[in-house]
């Protein structure tokens, strides 16, 4: 599908009008099931949503891994996805039919964020040289997509380069297609990998990486003061404000070499 | 409670590090309870969570206004409200305990938002001319903060010019401390104002400001396919990209005079 829509605007510059057509970013609801029944509603850009499904799927603690997942299946519709799990999947009654969107601050996140996380087992290192070469080829590989069409990026990386980037209107359904896709291809180590996400990083964006055992996020905005914390307990070196030649080493300085 | 925190970082500048001291916007749990029941916890910024707490209900539809609200009392800690209502109070079991965090793509809304809301019974116009002079109100009232704390704004304003603007990490949050600020005065007749928005547009914040009554949505930045669409069919006038000297409007081009 598409990732853009294209639609009919008035566009008023110094008081004269002119009729024009402008893309958007589109904005689909990705109905997940898991066993048979409805999990969530997910409203996401609508592109690699097998990755997202089981982005979603892992970082929400349901799946360990690829081996966990019996069947994807796509239902009549192109939003729609049938997942079958090993087991008989998390409690019905907690999950079904949530509408997940794709707003900050509407979240609820299904897990509670703080608990049951352990300590990322990582000694992950990366020099700041690395750090910012990183940094320029995810500009470069996302920058005219995100600022067209207003979406988020996210982007594994190891010390050779950026693995794989994937695209939301949605912080974390950016970060859960990158870890879906990760836990896809099978060969990934995420303990040896570096995460780059385009926005500012909140507390539940690090519980997401520690969980799926990320001990390194890199991102060009600010992160909050829970975030910070979480992230110094948890293990996980948390870089912000990388732009230019310059970035703020929040938690875990150590690991940038 | 200060809005900010200072956090110890490092700074890497052309690969030379220096210790120094960040200011991150502080991230805190507001919980909310209703009628005795922990109805949801908010991660946001901790200021004027009173607001919050109105605005949240409010445009949840969990009140119609400040006269069903028979006392807003704070717990022993300052991110504890206790809020009773006429009534009972919405179903427990469906809202009890979620997590709303402050994060795109990790939502759940708590209604569905493409059900239930009437469109929009307001004919607001306004002037390009006030919207770009709005524009600069907005940015100069909430751009440093914005920048250095990376958080949303969100401010409601009518003929006159801005009216009150507040500030949070989460954009939703942004838009329900405004709309809480707005029911708590009671002089404000949302039916008459435009709503001005720091963040970009996704549906559920168009659904969320036409359940409050209204009807005009400014931005800076981009809206979706799924806001253009909900704006279009609810009554809703959606301008993005206000910006220099240009606007872009999206749906009801007509009140833009």
Redesign the interface.
């Known amino acids: 599908m598409e990732m ?2 294209r ?9 004269s ?1 002119s009729p024009r057509e ?1 893309t ?5 609801t990705l109905c997940l099931y898991l066993n048979g029944n409805l999990l969530v509603r ?3 850009s609508p592109s690699d949503l097998e990755d997202l499904a089981v982005g979603f799927l892992f970082s929400e603690g349901l799946i360990g891994g690829l081996d966990d997942i019996l069947s994807i299946e796509p239902g009549s519709a192109e939003t729609t996805l049938f997942v079958r799990v090993r087991g008989e999947g998390p409690d019905a009654v907690a999950l079904s039919g ?12 299904l897990s ?2 703080r608990q049951g996380i352990e300590p990322v087992r990582t000694d992950v290192r990366i020099g ?2 690395d750090i910012l070469s990183l940094s320029r080829e995810f500009e470069r590989s996302s920058q005219l997509f995100r600022e ?3 979406v ?1 990026a996210c982007a594994l990386a190891s010390g050779e380069g950026l693995l794989l980037l994937r695209e ?7 970060l ?1 297609k990158a870890l879906g896709a990760a836990v896809r291809r099978k060969d990934v180590d995420l303990s040896r990998c570096v995460v780059y996400i385009s ?2 990083i ?4 690090v519980a997401k990486a520690a969980r799926a055992g990320l001990g390194m996020i890199l991102s060009r ?8 914390e979480l992230a110094a307990g948890l293990g996980v070196c948390l870089v912000g404000f990388v732009r230019g ?6 938690t875990h ?1 150590d690991r ?1 070499v």
Chains 1, 2 share one sequence.
């Open positions: 853009t829509r639609v009919p605007a008035v566009r008023i510059r110094d008081g009008r402008e958007v970013a589109r904005e689909e997910l409203l996401c949530a509408v997940r969107t794709s707003g900050c601050g509407a979240g609820v996140t509670d964020m700041s040289a067209t069409g207003g988020h939301d209107i949605g912080r974390h359904n950016a859960d926005g500012r909140s507390s539940e964006m905005a600010a992160p909050t003061s829970a975030a910070v030649a310059r970035m703020n080493v929040y300085p940038v």
